[in-house]
């Protein structure tokens, strides 16, 4: 498998390609277009720009996350038609620079969601969290985008695009007639018409799943348990039909066995990417990001990472989201030190899971 680190980019994050390049068994980073709103062709002539900044500094560029999708894809409409010509066309840019997967999610206006960016640990670090007890409470949706973007302080926060939280009002009216099951022929429908060229670029699809894995704001959810994510394959059947393994995304559901769902879509040869992160569950519906570590948090990261290599995951890997440690000051989630920490930690579960086998 492949070590990746996301960055968003030398005009996005603060962590620059030198440092990542340093971190031990790294192979590339996950990166995108962060600037360009959903449904827009990502131009060649930029991607070759950021290829060439990434692999300069000894780094590969492989894997996409996100090219997000339009709402308009999402919400089935005729404007559709046009947004998934564009992607398709973004697909084939993408070939042309060496890309292999791209990590989508078909969440209704809401990329992950957290309550709080800044929660206090005990060891002094900060981290995301969720209670859902809070999100019950709130009345008006655009309030509360409103309070976690002031909170993200100079930077934009990933699937929070600015132009899609200023009609929050409009997308939830669109949203009312829209069902699952409505929600999932939509997806259908924008496979089925992208795969294809998906195949023809061998660039495969990874899904990420909803996060928290539920509905949230009477929004419907549809990637969120082993089934879902079995019905989300099989509607349309083609190998670059793939899943981003998200442990921290499904697992805040402890109905969520992760070992499991990775064995049984890893056999199957559909995990194209993995998040590999810890979180603590404190309460049902309530959790917080914790280091990478087993027993910092609920997850048992040695047998999710065994449950790889016993189905000869090849894929892309990442450290997911990190603390706020060694008084760092970054993108929430996506600080450079406990990231690294979550590599160095994942590394050498990969290693003694090795020799193990010998
Ligand atoms: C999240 C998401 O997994 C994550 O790190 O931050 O923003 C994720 O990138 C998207 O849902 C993928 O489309
Ligand atoms: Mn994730």
């Not at 939830?172 to 089925?192: C, I, P």
Request: include cysteine.
């Amino acid at each position: 498998m492949k070590m990746t680190f996301r960055w968003y980019g030398s005009s996005m994050d603060p962590i620059p390609l030198k440092y990542i390049r340093q971190i031990p068994g790294i192979t590339g980073v996950v990166t995108s277009l962060m600037d360009l709103p959903a449904g827009e062709v990502w131009p060649l002539e930029r991607l070759m720009k950021l290829k060439q900044e990434v692999n300069k500094a000894g780094l590969e560029l492989e894997v996409i996350e996100s090219v997000n999708v339009h709402e308009d894809i999402k919400l089935g409409l005729a404007s559709r038609e046009q947004y998934i010509e564009n992607y398709k066309e973004t697909i084939r840019n993408l070939k042309e620079i060496g890309v292999k997967v791209i990590c989508y999610n078909f969440m209704p206006v809401f990329d992950w969601t957290r309550t709080s960016l800044d929660r206090v640990l005990s060891d002094g670090s900060n981290t995301m969290s969720y209670d859902q007890d809070i999100i019950n409470k709130i009345t008006d949706p655009q309030k509360f985008a409103d309070e976690i973007q002031n909170q993200t302080g100079e930077f934009e926060m990933a699937g929070w695009e600015p132009e899609r939280m200023a009609e929050l009002k409009r997308l939830f009216q669109a949203y009312e007639t829209v069902s699952h099951e409505q929600l999932k022929e939509n997806l259908k429908y924008f496979l089925e018409a992208i795969l294809p060229v998906c195949e023809e670029c061998d660039i495969k699809m990874a899904m990420h799943p909803d996060d928290p894995p539920w509905d949230i704001f009477g929004l419907p959810r549809i990637a969120n348990s082993l089934e879902s994510f079995e019905e989300i394959i099989s509607m349309a059947d083609s190998p670059y039909n793939c899943i981003t393994l998200c442990t921290g995304s499904l697992g805040s559901n402890p109905d969520n066995h992760l070992p499991e769902i990775i064995r049984h879509f890893g056999r199957k040869k559909r995990i194209a990417f993995v998040h590999a992160r810890n979180l603590k569950i404190e309460k049902p519906g309530k959790f917080y990001e914790s280091s990478h570590l087993s027993r910092d948090g609920s997850f048992d990261m040695y047998e999710i990472m065994k449950a790889l290599n016993e189905t000869g995951f090849d894929g892309y890997i990442r450290p997911d989201h990190g603390r706020m440690i060694w008084d760092e000051h970054g993108r929430a989630g996506y600080g450079l030190f406990d990231r690294a920490l979550g590599i160095a930690y994942l590394n050498g579960i990969q290693e003694s899971i090795e020799k193990q086998k010998k």
